[in-house]
C-alpha cells in the first residue's frame, strides 16, 4: 500500500487567495482525520470523517476552513481567503475502524505570505 | 478539557537510556500513543497503552499508570538516528463515536555522541 498520500508537498501562496489541500487515506480505512501542526500549538484537530460523514469540526478555526470528503478515497481541506497566520504544516491521517493507531501522511507545508 | 504536558527539549548520549515523561488531564481516557517524528516528516507510530503497566517493543518501551495520569516512553541503547520529536497523545471517548487523538507538544530529544 503507498499509504496516506497528500498533495501538494508544499504551498506558497498570497494572503487573500484560496489554497486547497487534497488527501488520499489508505483503502479501507474508514477514519480521516485532517491535523494541523505549528511550533507554538503543536498537532491540533481540525476535522474528522467516519466513513465520509464529518464527525467533529470543533476544531476548524474559522468560516475561512471547510473540509469535504466526497467519496473514500479523497478528502480536501479548502482555506479561502488564506491569512500569513494560517501558515503551518497539514496532516492528514487515516486509521481503520478496528485499529488504534493513525497513520500520517507526509503534510503539506503551507506558507501564506 | 484536555492538558498533556511533555518536557521540551531533552539531551541524551548515544548508547544511553532515556526516558520522556508525559502527564496528562483529559475528562475520559480510552489509551495513550506514542510518535515519533523526524524534523520535516511526518509523526509514526510507535507504542499504545490502555491498561496499567509497561509494553516493550525492542528497544523502546512504554509504560502507563492511569491512576497518575502519567506515561512514560523509555528509550534504550540510544542510536544517533533516535534523535526526534517524541509525541505523546490520549484518546478521549468525549462522546459516542469518537475517536481522535489529542496531542502534547511533543519532546525534541537530541543524542549526542
Known amino acids: 500500500d503507498a499509504g496516506v498520500i497528500q498533495s501538494p508537498r508544499h504551498e506558497v501562496t498570497e494572503m487573500g487567495q484560496e489554497v486547497t489541500l487534497r488527501c488520499k487515506p489508505i483503502s479501507g480505512h474508514d477514519y480521516l482525520f485532517w491535523y494541523r501542526q505549528t511550533m507554538m500549538r503543536g498537532l491540533e484537530l481540525l476535522i474528522y470523517?467516519?466513513?465520509?460523514?464529518?464527525?467533529?469540526d470543533s476544531g476548524m478555526p474559522e468560516d475561512r476552513f471547510s473540509a469535504k470528503m466526497p467519496n473514500a478515497s479523497f478528502s480536501t481541506l479548502k482555506i479561502q481567503p488564506s491569512e500569513p497566520r494560517d501558515s503551518a504544516v497539514y496532516f492528514c491521517?487515516?486509521?481503520?475502524?478496528?485499529?488504534?493507531?493513525?497513520?500520517f501522511g507526509s503534510g503539506t507545508r503551507l506558507t501564506v505570505v | 478539557g484536555q492538558n498533556i504536558d511533555q518536557p521540551t527539549e531533552m539531551t541524551a548520549t548515544e548508547g544511553a537510556i532515556v526516558q520522556i515523561n508525559c502527564t496528562y488531564q483529559t475528562s475520559g481516557f480510552n489509551g495513550l500513543f506514542w510518535y515519533q517524528q523526524h524534523a520535516g516528516e511526518a509523526p509514526t507510530f510507535l507504542s499504545y497503552?490502555?491498561?496499567?503497566g509497561l509494553e516493550e517493543k525492542g528497544r523502546f518501551s512504554s509504560f502507563l499508570s492511569r491512576s497518575k495520569g502519567y506515561s512514560y516512553l523509555l528509550l534504550k541503547e540510544l542510536q544517533m538516528k533516535d534523535s526526534a520529536s517524541y509525541l505523546c497523545?490520549?484518546?478521549?471517548?468525549?462522546?459516542?463515536?469518537?475517536?481522535?487523538?489529542?496531542f502534547g507538544k511533543g519532546t525534541k530529544l537530541s543524542v549526542i555522541p
Open positions: 491521517a487515516s486509521s481503520p475502524q478496528a485499529s488504534y493507531g493513525y497513520t
Open positions: 497503552n490502555v491498561l496499567d
Open positions: 470523517f467516519n466513513n465520509n460523514v464529518p464527525i467533529d
Open positions: 497523545a490520549v484518546r478521549d471517548p468525549a462522546g459516542a463515536g469518537s475517536y481522535q487523538l489529542t
